[in-house]
Nanobody
């Protein structure tokens, strides 16, 4: 059974930075994606950044490209999200996720791709 736990959320001024971490326990299949999602108040959950270990590639939504960086530390079994130049519109609950519900589909930023989710951590960006 895979379990994920996020940490590192909080409040920050616009233009500031935060680093989120996700501790992963359990066995991750080699074709799983590992990603970060977010859900703002009254909004749908959306993909932010994904790492695909099988080919060591990353994927970002247009809204965060150039500002956020996803990385994995295999030794510590963690997935991180470095967030810079934060904006008020980045305010959301951020979730760590992993999985591959359909091995034939390649949709790294799609919510339905992921089997396992963390509880989420709140990020608030004040203007």
């Amino acid at each position: 059974q895979v379990q994920l736990e996020e940490s590192g959320g909080g409040s920050v001024q616009s233009g500031g930075s935060l680093r989120l971490s996700c501790t992963v326990t359990g066995t991750i299949a080699n074709n799983y994606f590992m990603g970060w999602f977010r859900q703002g108040l009254g909004k749908e959950r959306e993909g932010v950044a994904t790492y695909y270990p099988l080919v060591d590639k990353t994927y970002y939504s247009d809204s965060v490209k150039g500002r956020f960086t996803i990385s994995r530390d295999n030794a510590k079994n963690t997935l991180s999200l470095e967030m810079n130049s934060l904006k008020p519109e980045d305010t959301a609950v951020y979730y760590c996720a992993t999985g591959r519900t359909n091995p034939r589909a390649f949709q790294p930023l799609n919510v339905t791709t992921y089997n396992y989710w963390g509880q989420g951590t709140q990020v608030t960006v004040c203007s």
